[in-house]
Nanobody, 127 residues
């Protein structure tokens, strides 16, 4: 099992930027696709982005496309979520997730494949 520790959240003004980090330990990080999900108060968990183990491809939720960017540094067992042009509706607890599930013929970025084992980090965007 992979252990995940997220950091980098905080209070940001609308239109600002923030970068989240997720450090993984406990297993072969390089073997896993990684993702980020978020949960706002009173709302369901939302899968916002994913990156392949090789850093060859990324996927983003439409509402964050063009504003959020995922990257990873396999040498540091770390995945990042860079967020620009933040909006109040981006306010949520953000969770790092590991793509441990089988593809079962579906896309590699299917949210069903990803499990978040971290404690999450709060991002609050003020208007």
């Amino acid at each position: 099992q992979v252990q995940l520790v997220e950091s980098g959240g905080g209070l940001v003004q609308a239109g600002g930027s923030s970068r989240l980090s997720c450090v993984a330990s406990g297993s072969a990080f390089n073997n896993y696709d990684m993702g980020w999900s978020r949960q706002a108060p009173g709302k369901q968990r939302e899968f916002v982005g994913a990156i392949t183990w090789s850093d060859a491809a990324t996927w983003y939720l439409d509402s964050v496309k063009g504003r959020f960017t995922m990257s990873r540094d396999n040498a540091k067992n770390t995945v990042y979520l860079s967020m620009n042009k933040l909006k109040p509706e981006d306010t949520a607890v953000y969770y790092c997730a590991v793509g441990v599930g089988p593809k079962n013929g579906g896309p590699w970025y299917s949210a069903a494949r990803y499990v978040d084992w971290g404690q999450g980090t709060q991002v609050t965007v003020s208007s």
